[in-house]
C-alpha cells in the first residue's frame, strides 16, 4: 500500500495519490467525496486483491499532499487524472466517485470517453437547481453548502475549527464522530457505531485538512454551482449505487441524475443510507460492477 506519492503536472501543480490492491490488476481511480483525501484505508484491503484490483486514490486541488488549483473547473480535474493515468502507464480504466466525488467520477466519463471503461457514482447528487442544495438533505450538509456559496469565511472557520480538535485532541473527534450521529439513518448510524470507521474517518479528514481549508471550502462552493457538461452526452456505462435512506445525499436527486444519463445502471439498494463502501458485501459488488 503506497499513500504518499506525489506526481507534477504539465502545469507544474503537485498532484498527490495512493495505490491499493493488486498493482498488476485491473486499475480503477477512487475519487473521495467533499471534504476528502486518498487516504481511504489504514490497512490493506482484502477485496481489492481477491477481486485483481488496482486501486489508485488522489487528493483534488487543495487536499492533503495535491497543491491548490486557483479559479478550477469542475471538468479541469478529467485532465489530471489522465495525466496520471500516463505517468502510471494506464492507457484503459474505470473510475467511481464517492459522494462529492461523483460529481468529478461523472466529468471523466463525459471528458475522457476513450479511456473510461465504466463510471461508477456512488451515494452522489445531481446538479443542484440554482445552486441550491436539494431540501430532502440533511441540514448539516445543506448549510455546508449553503455557507460556501453566500458565507466561504464563516465555513473556513468552522472547517478551522475542526482541523485544529483533528490535530490537537483526535481522541475527541473520534468521540464526536460516534456521538454526533443524529442525522443519519439507521443503517449509517449502525455504520459509525463499528470499530475502526471513526479512526479511519480520523485519519481521512486529518490528512484532507493537512494544507489548511482553503481547498475544501472552494470545492463546496464549486459543487455548488454549474457542472460545465451535460450528462445526457456520456456515452460510457455508468454504475448508479445509492441507499434509498440516505440522508446526506438523498435519493431523489439521484433518480432524476440517472434517468438523463443514457447508459446507467441503477443500483437502489432499500434502507442503505450514504455509506454503501462500508458493507463489505456491496463493496465487492461495486467494484466488480466496475470491471470490464
Known sequence: MNIDNTFTLKDGRKLGYAEHGDLAGFPVFGLHGTP??????????ETLQKLNIRFVTTDRPGYGISDLYPDRKIIDYAQDIAQ?????????FSVMGVSGGGIFAATCAHELPTRVIKAGLISTTDE??????????????????????RLPWLLKFVFWQQKKMLDRHPDKYIAGVRKNIGHLCPSDQAVMKQE??????????REALRPGVEGIVSEAKLATGKWGFDVANIQVPVEVWHGTADTMAPVSAIEQLATKIPHSQTHFIQDK?????EDLGLWEEILSSLKA
Open 84 to 92: 496520471l493515468a500516463d505517468h502510471l502507464s494506464i492507457d484503459k
Open 128 to 149: 443542484f437547481e440554482k445552486g441550491r442544495p436539494p431540501k430532502e438533505m440533511s441540514r448539516e450538509n445543506r448549510t455546508a453548502f449553503n455557507l460556501a456559496r
Open 196 to 205: 475502526g470507521i471513526a479512526e479511519t474517518m480520523l485519519e481521512h479528514m
Open 273 to 277: 443510507g450514504h455509506f454503501l463502501t
Open 36 to 45: 476528502g483525501s486518498r487516504v481511504w484505508f489504514t490497512e490493506e484491503d
